[in-house]
């Protein structure tokens, strides 16, 4: 077992995971996962600094893309922060699940800082990689923190998952890839090894808001969770 949420089944001995949050009717699922990904790694290089928590809503409002609720690509965020001087705002800005870029066509309304925010944050992100492909790849990727994944999240079989170990071909079905989730372990249920799966739909979904899905030792995943994936290095910050 693995598990980035619990102290004793990580090397770091670190409860390195905040509380599970839920994005609304907002396609800002790629928002979610790259902000929970950067705060267990910033925790992880930095544990004396405590665990922080970095607004999604930033994000959201704040990328050259606009995306808005309709969707984005975590990896391009992970760009954007890599850039001289990017920082990122310790969480003061509400979450909103809608947007200013989204609303009557209007234009981003953007604050760096947060609507009250007392600081900024440098990232300190180095760079990002590629995890893909292979159960290996992943429990190896997963030693040195959190692992953003995509899988498909129109089906039953994940929206309604509530209990167990989720080992459905049903739940890869359309074969299409369109929602951003964030891997923090894997571990052995009755001798069923499965990830563990980190969702931004709240804690009435799943369980407590996260998913147990099957290992399988080849091929796309269950639901599609091992076709790409990716990590975060980050630089300890003074």
Known sequence: MFDWSVAANNPAGLNAVNPITDQGPCGSCWAFCDAAALEIQHYIQNPSQGMLKFSEQQIVDCNPWRWGCNGGWPEDIFDL??????????????????????????????????????????TGLVRWYYATNAPVNYVNAL????????????????????????????????????????????????QQSAWIIRNSWGTGWGVGGYAYVKMTNTGYGVCGEQYQGFGINMATVA
């Open 81 to 122: 922060w890599m850039s001289p001087g990017q920082v990122h705002a310790i969480e003061r800005l509400t979450y909103a699940a809608a947007p200013n870029d989204y609303i009557a066509g209007q234009n981003a309304t953007c604050n760096p800082g947060g609507a009250t925010a007392s600081a900024a944050y440098s």
């Open 143 to 190: 030693v040195s923190g959190p692992v953003v994944l995509y899988i498909e999240a129109d089906t039953f079989t994940w929206q309604g998952y509530s209990s167990g170990i989720i080992n459905s071909s049903c739940c890869f079905a359309g074969r299409q890839l369109n929602h951003a989730v964030l891997l923090v372990g894997w571990r052995v249920t009755n």
